[in-house]
């Protein structure tokens, strides 16, 4: 009984000392807002479902080293309102597909891959604002 007591107040214990803090100072956070205008017949839980179970996996796929979350306003002025937040370990690993003048080539292919996930988010919803900034956590 001791020493199953014992293992499970070290594994409680070896849960809390071993975890990573979500961020961390160097990572780049991609904000980004694009409300979508849904085409006729599509709900916003079908786009939703859409970005979360398609579009977000085949971006972080492309993208090597992104973790993305589809964001909804609560409070402020994006109210329900629509975003992502993409984040990067780092600056260098944003800029292998993206430079101050566009994508680069190895972003070309990634999004040359992402092509059919965005035709078919076109076929849910355009887009009528695209809004964004990168933040270095300091």
Request: hydrophobic letters at 40%; proline letters at 4%; glycine letters at 8%.
């Amino acid at each position: 009984m001791k020493k199953t007591l014992f293992v499970l107040v070290l594994i409680i214990v070896s849960s809390f000392t071993y975890g990573q803090p979500l961020l961390t100072k160097g990572m780049l956070l991609g904000l980004h807002y694009s409300q979508p205008v849904l085409n006729p017949g599509i709900s916003m839980d079908q786009y939703q479902d859409f970005v979360k179970t398609k579009m977000i996996p085949a971006y972080e796929k492309n993208f090597k080293g992104s973790k993305v979350y589809l964001l909804k306003g609560k409070r402020g002025d994006f109210t329900d309102k629509y975003g992502m937040l993409i984040v990067f370990p780092s600056e260098a690993a944003r800029d292998k597909y993206w430079n101050a003048d566009g994508l680069t080539e190895l972003g070309e292919s990634a999004m040359k891959k992402m092509q059919p996930i965005q035709d078919e988010a076109d076929k849910l919803a355009k887009s009528d604002t695209d809004l964004f900034t990168d933040w270095i956590i300091q």
